[in-house]
T-cell receptor, first 112, second 115 residues
Framework: GIQVEQSPPDLILQEGANSTLRCNFS?????LQWFHQNPWGQLINLFY???GTKQNGRLSATTVATERYSLLYISSSQTTDSGVYFC??????????????FGRGTSLIVHP | ETGVTQTPRHLVMGMTNKKSLKCEQH?????MYWYKQSAKKPLELMFV???????ENNSVPSRFSPECPNSSHLFLHLHTLQPEDSALYLC??????????????FGDGTRLSIL
């Protein structure tokens, strides 16, 4: 099956710092999502980004599908950004279904 | 508020108990999913339902039994679980399966502990 690798696995930042999270995938995909899971386990969809660049406030994401990677940028980090960031890719399975495959996530801690 | 509600939020059960997890979505979506999240592991897809029909069963043991009575509700019936089944169980929904460009919306999860 498709492999999804996220880096770094762990990241510690001081409030106000910027960071870049990376997601590499082993095969061509139809779509890619970034999620944030907060310390209470809630999983929130951040971006749905099969290609190109999107921005939402302090967060932005870029996917280069031809080179099989996506980047999530966090600028001016805040303590509320702490949690785990997951990348999930979708590819077509037999039968025409598009099923997401998740990476292991990047665990981010932002200190005040 | 994601539009996907899971109950209970926490569940502690013995290995011989029978319990059910419930998921309800208020988004008008046609596809629903069960995921398992264990410590230090990626999210594992368990089941996918599209219009109340199961379209994917990702080699899940039979002690987990899903039920989808309608497109808004999804259950996961649990029976004779093992300690390694302790995990966070997440429900998600999307507009459809089999059509690309459909972001998923997740519930808050049920934290399950098996004694």
């Amino acid at each position: 099956g498709i492999q999804v690798e996220q880096s770094p696995p762990d990241l510690i930042l001081q409030e106000g710092a910027n960071s870049t999270l990376r997601c590499n995938f082993s095969d061509s995909v139809n779509n890619l999502q970034w999620f944030h899971q907060n310390p209470w386990g809630q999983l929130i969809n951040l971006f749905y980004i099969p290609s190109g660049t999107k921005q939402n406030g302090r967060l932005s994401a870029t996917t280069v599908a031809t080179e099989r990677y996506s980047l999530l940028y966090i600028s001016s980090s805040q303590t509320t950004d702490s949690g785990v960031y997951f990348c999930a890719v979708e590819r077509e399975w037999s039968g025409g279904s598009y099923i997401p495959t998740f990476g292991r996530g990047t665990s981010l801690i932002v200190h005040p | 508020e994601t539009g996907v509600t899971q109950t209970p939020r926490h569940l502690v059960m013995g290995m011989t108990n029978k319990k059910s997890l419930k998921c309800e979505q208020h988004l008008g979506h046609n596809a629903m999913y069960w995921y398992k999240q264990s410590a230090k592991k990626p999210l594992e897809l368990m089941f996918v339902y599209s219009l109340e029909e199961r379209v994917e069963n990702n080699s899940v043991p039979s002690r987990f039994s899903p039920e989808c009575p309608n497109s808004s509700h999804l259950f996961l019936h649990l029976h004779t679980l093992q300690p390694e089944d302790s995990a966070l169980y997440l429900c998600a929904s999307s507009q459809a399966v089999g059509v690309s460009n459909q972001p998923q919306h997740f519930g808050d999860g049920t934290r399950l502990s098996i004694l």
